[in-house]
T-cell receptor
Framework: AQRVTQPEKLLSVFKGAPVELKCNYSYSGSPELFWYVQYSRQRLQLLLRHISRESIKGFTADLNKGETSFHLKKPFAQEEDSAMYYCALSGRTNAGKSTFGDGTTLTVKP | DAGITQSPRHKVTETGTPVTLRCHQTENHRYMYWYRQDPGHGLRLIHYSYGVKDTDKGEVSDGYSVSRSKTEDFLLTLESATSSQTSVYFC??????????????FGPGTRLTVT
C-alpha cells in the first residue's frame, strides 16, 4: 500500500525566513513524487515533480530514498507563498492514481 | 488549466436527493479522476476512469457512482446525498499514463453542501 504523511497541518514563518514542509512516503516500488499547491479558493496546481529536479518559485525538493522523504524547501519565504501544499505519490503500475498527504497550510507573516 | 471545467461550481441540496457533478475536458485525455477535499483528510480519490466506459473505485467510493460515455465527460453521481458528502469535489486529468510521471491537472472544484 502507498501512503503519504505530512506531519504538519499548519506552518507559520516570517517573510524572509527559510521554510521546510515535510513529506514522508511509504511505497514498495519506485515512486513518482510531486508537490502541489493550492492558493486561496483556487484549483490545485502542480508545483514540483521529483523527476525534473527543478526549482519553481524558489522551491526545491529532493527525494531521499533512504529516509523515504520528499521535503519541500525555500530559503526565503514570501507572503505570496501562503497556501495549502500537498505532497503526492504516484506508482508506476496503478493507472496514474496519486495518493495525497493531508496537506500543510503555510502562512508567511509580514 | 489543461482545459478542465466543472459544473456546477456550487450546489446546495437536501439529504436524500440525487446529485450529479460534471467534469469536462477539451484535450482528449484518457485518464480522469474524482477527488473530495475535506479539512484534515486532504484529497481522497473517489473514482477514476482510464477510458470510455472504463472506471474503477478509489478509496472512498461508497455512496458514489460514475459514468464516462464520452472521452471528454466524466460524471460523478451521489445517488442519495448525505450530510457526510458535504465537501469540495475536484476533477483531475493525467497527461502521461501509462508512462510516468503521472502528474495530474485539476479542475476548479465544485463546492457541494448537503443540508
Amino acid at each position: 500500500a502507498q501512503r503519504v504523511t505530512q506531519p504538519e497541518k499548519l506552518l507559520s514563518v516570517f517573510k524572509g525566513a527559510p521554510v521546510e514542509l515535510k513529506c514522508n512516503y511509504s511505497y514498495s516500488g519506485s515512486p513518482e513524487l510531486f508537490w502541489y499547491v493550492q492558493y486561496s479558493r483556487q484549483r490545485l496546481q502542480l508545483l514540483l515533480r521529483h523527476i525534473s529536479r527543478e526549482s519553481i518559485k524558489g522551491f526545491t525538493a529532493d527525494l531521499n530514498k533512504g529516509e523515504t522523504s520528499f521535503h519541500l524547501k525555500k530559503p526565503f519565504a514570501q507572503e505570496e507563498d501562503s497556501a495549502m501544499y500537498y505532497c503526492a505519490l504516484s506508482g508506476r503500475t496503478n493507472a496514474g492514481k496519486s495518493t495525497f498527504g493531508d496537506g500543510t497550510t503555510l502562512t508567511v507573516k509580514p | 488549466d489543461a482545459g478542465i471545467t466543472q459544473s456546477p461550481r456550487h450546489k446546495v441540496t437536501e439529504t436524500g436527493t440525487p446529485v450529479t457533478l460534471r467534469c469536462h475536458q477539451t484535450e482528449n485525455h484518457r485518464y480522469m479522476y474524482w477527488y473530495r477535499q475535506d479539512p484534515g483528510h486532504g484529497l481522497r480519490l473517489i473514482h477514476y476512469s482510464y477510458g470510455v466506459k472504463d472506471t474503477d473505485k478509489g478509496e472512498v467510493s461508497d455512496g458514489y457512482s460514475v459514468s464516462r460515455s464520452k472521452t471528454e465527460d466524466f460524471l460523478l453521481t451521489l445517488e442519495s446525498a448525505t450530510s457526510s458528502q458535504t465537501s469540495v469535489y475536484f476533477c483531475a486529468i493525467s497527461f502521461k499514463p501509462p508512462l510516468p510521471p503521472f502528474e495530474q491537472y485539476f479542475g476548479p472544484g465544485t463546492r457541494l453542501t448537503v443540508t
